[in-house]
């Protein structure tokens, strides 16, 4: 029943940044904990963020502190991350994920809780 839907891939070169957005719809946007992850061919979904319900706690992957930022909008129905400082390793297939189940985003972030994804969207971060 629950719609995600990514937006704002595409192509930067190293130390640019993007701002991907996530618009959660068919549901009511502040039960759910949100959160990004990334996958790149050959290899298993990387968790990157994730964000409570209301906003109040967020985690992230040791790989982005300190240059992402995940952040919500209720207003918006909208989940954002912000990538700072970007690097060739960075480039992925982006993924929104929503959890009802979850509160904090804690579960979701360690793969723990019934997910949510959206279609994905390209980030290439070139040298």
């Known amino acids: 029943q629950v719609q995600l839907v990514e937006s704002g891939g595409g192509l930067v070169q190293a130390g640019e940044s993007l701002q991907l957005s996530c618009v959660l719809s068919?549901?009511?946007?502040?039960?759910?904990?949100m959160g990004w992850f990334r996958q790149v061919p050959g290899n298993e979904r990387e968790f990157v963020a994730t964000?409570?319900?209301?906003?109040?706690?967020?985690y992230y992957a040791d790989s982005v502190k300190g240059r992402f930022t995940i952040s919500r909008d209720s207003a918006r129905s909208t989940v954002y991350l912000q990538m700072n400082s970007l690097k060739p390793e960075d480039t992925a297939v982006y993924y929104c994920?929503?959890?009802?189940?979850?509160?904090?985003?804690?579960?979701?972030?360690?793969?723990?809780?019934?997910?949510?994804w959206g279609q994905g969207t390209q980030v290439t971060v070139s040298s």
């Open positions: 994920g929503a959890s009802r189940r979850d509160r904090s985003g804690y579960l979701m972030s360690i793969g723990q809780t019934m997910t949510y």
């Open positions: 068919h549901d009511t946007f502040s039960l759910y904990a």
């Open positions: 964000i409570s319900y209301d906003g109040g706690s967020s």
